[in-house]
């Protein structure tokens, strides 16, 4: 490894090392209580190494729900073109969705932050529409399960595709939201997805 990459190396783990701790802070003390000194603190680097890779903390706050977007959406972006029925994609989907934040509730906490009070985090336009954009892209693909359900016949054709949507991803996240945080760790993955399973019955 050249100095050069081992340089490029050196400063992408400080970057991670930053978000990291950024992560946890908002998990902890949510999004107002956080301040750039106490992300330093946790990072173990100094207030004016933040700045050397992040404008602001809506910039640090901005890309960490921006990463778990696109690192979600890997998961999820061909799933309308997959094998199986509407509804078996649909459960599959469900429960992909729900073991993402199983595996990372910090992340649920910050997105449901950003989905509930966006307008009072002072984010840049351009912060808000590229987190809009890259939610959007994962609720998409609720939309593309639907529209196949249609096309087969397996679905009413007098479903609004849009409506569904909201309301798949909506129950999604108010049963995670119920459960993720509370009772005996080892059962919440079971509790959660055999609710979410019973409750999407309703729409297939």
Known sequence: MSSEERRKKEKENRKNSILKAARKLFFERGFKSVT?????????????????????????????????NIERHKEI??????????SELLLKY?????????????????????????ENMNLTEEQNTQL??????NIRTISEILQKGVDTGEFSDRIDIRQGQNAIWGLLNGIISLYIYSGAPEKRSERINTTVQESLKVFI
Not at 36 to 64: H, M, N, R
Not at 77 to 86: I, K, L, M, S
Not at 94 to 118: G, K, P, S
């Open 36 to 68: 750039v000194d106490l992300i330093a603190a946790k990072a173990e680097v100094s207030k004016g190494s933040i700045y050397l890779y992040f404008d602001s903390k809506e910039e640090i706050y901005t890309q960490i729900l921006i990463s778990a």
């Open 94 to 118: 469900a429960r992909v969705y729900v073991d993402f934040f199983l595996e990372n509730n910090e992340l649920f906490r910050i997105l449901m932050t950003f989905m509930l009070h966006a």
């Open 132 to 137: 809009i954009h890259t939610t959007n892209e």
């Open 77 to 86: 972006e061909n799933f309308a073109r997959q094998e199986g029925t509407a």
